[in-house]
């Protein structure tokens, strides 16, 4: 019996972002940028991770004259958890995870995904935008082919 393969489009570019502040206070500044007009999704992307299910923020924005899509993707999500153990029979410990989409690249803490129609110019205006936002430490581009769950940012 032969396996189904499945292949995942990775056509699009990824920015990767070090900030430490809200999700909905990134999508608000870069809001104000002319690139973006991002929405908050009904359905965050979401894993089940040890019976518990994790969801990561993400935001939408699709611009029909350009033909572009871009997304706003939350990498590090703050989960609790129920310990059970020894000598805890009536009492059980909460215990604070972090589970990350892309764990190879654990150092950020957001995505910009963006698919469609973006020209040369128009990503380098965009990352030069992006530099000299105060609320942005670092913003780098980050090779797909490098990055093996990469297929969790398929949306």
Do not use: H
Request: glycine letters at 2%; hydrophobic letters at 40%.
């Amino acid at each position: 019996m032969s396996k189904l393969q499945v292949y995942y489009d990775l056509n699009y570019t990824l920015i990767a972002i070090r900030s430490q502040i809200q999700d909905y206070q990134i999508a608000y500044f870069l809001n104000k940028s002319p690139f973006f007009a991002f929405k908050r999704m009904s359905k965050d992307i979401s894993f089940i991770i040890n019976n518990t299910t994790i969801y990561f923020s993400t935001f939408y924005d699709y611009d029909n004259d350009l033909k572009r899509d871009s997304f706003l993707i939350q990498n590090k999500s703050i989960y609790n958890s129920e310990s059970i153990g020894y000598n805890e029979l009536f009492f059980k410990k909460i215990i604070s995870n972090t589970a990350f989409l892309v764990p190879e690249l654990k150092q950020f803490d957001y995505f910009i995904k963006l698919a469609g129609v973006w020209k040369k110019n128009d990503l380098s205006k965009l990352k030069e935008c992006l530099s000299r936002m105060p609320i942005i430490e670092s913003e780098t581009s980050i090779n797909l082919n490098k990055i093996p769950s990469a297929k969790n940012l398929v949306i």
